[in-house]
């Protein structure tokens, strides 16, 4: 089965970039997706098809696929930002998520 | 505006069969796929199956044995059952809608506020 890999956790200076990894096997041939989800709420989809951005979400978060390894990127971090985010690909008709990773704002 | 609302008993027996629901208000349940996920305490996101409006369902292998997803168009619900329910069941469950256009996968895009199920004696 298909797995994505993702570090625990990852922490950035308030104003400053954290960059999330999501690694699996030839991942830059799929549709990456992103979720953000906060303490006691669902999860919310801030990039689909590995860059892009559905209606609300800022533009501080980007995203991109190649290779082997997707990346979010949360410019000018906020406290705001601090969640679990999770990637996520449709393979063998199943969807597959990451195993997570908390961001905290220091 | 879509929004799903998960339903059903917050407290399970182990052996027993957990029983949710998702209501879907503001659109139709057709045309599109119906997800339910979990997340278990302290850990990660996992995806249950989903069903298509035609009634077409597809399981996650790891819980396939054991999952049944169902729909009933005429209220607007999808429904989840998962057997033989043990401890390593307890977990916050989320309804979802699939966004597929054209064959192309655009992740969940509508997501219920969740629901906490404990299995326990």
């Known amino acids: 089965s298909y797995e994505l890999t993702q570090p625990l956790s990852v922490s950035v200076a308030l104003g400053q970039t954290a960059r999330i990894t999501c690694g699996g096997q030839n991942i830059g041939r799929k549709n990456v997706h992103w979720y953000q989800q906060k303490p006691g709420q669902a999860p919310v989809l801030v990039i689909y098809?590995?860059?892009n951005r559905p209606s609300g979400i800022p533009e501080r978060l980007s995203g991109s696929n190649s290779g082997n390894t997707a990346t979010l990127t949360i410019s000018r971090a906020q406290a705001g930002d601090e969640a679990d985010y999770y990637c996520?690909?449709?393979?063998?008709?199943?969807?597959?998520f990451g195993g997570g990773t908390k961001v905290t704002v220091l | 505006q879509v929004q799903l609302q998960e339903s059903g008993p917050g407290l399970v027996k182990p052996s027993e069969t957990l029983s949710l629901t998702c209501t879907v208000s503001?659109?139709?349940?057709?045309?599109?796929?119906w997800s339910w996920i979990r997340r278990p305490p302290g850990r990660g996101l996992e995806w249950i199956g989903y069903?298509?409006?035609?009634?077409?369902?597809t399981y996650n292998p790891s819980l396939m044995s054991r999952v049944t997803i169902s729909l009933d168009t005429s209220r607007n619900q999808f429904s989840l059952k998962l057997s033989s329910v043990t401890a390593a069941d307890t977990a916050i469950y989320f309804c979802a809608r699939d966004w597929w256009d054209l064959g192309t996968d655009y992740g969940l895009d509508v997501w219920g506020q969740g629901t906490s199920v404990s299995v326990s004696s």
């Open positions: 996520q690909v449709w393979d063998s008709s199943l969807w597959v």
């Open positions: 098809r590995d860059s």
């Open positions: 069903i298509y409006y035609s009634g077409s369902t």
């Open positions: 503001g659109g139709s349940i057709s045309g599109y796929y």
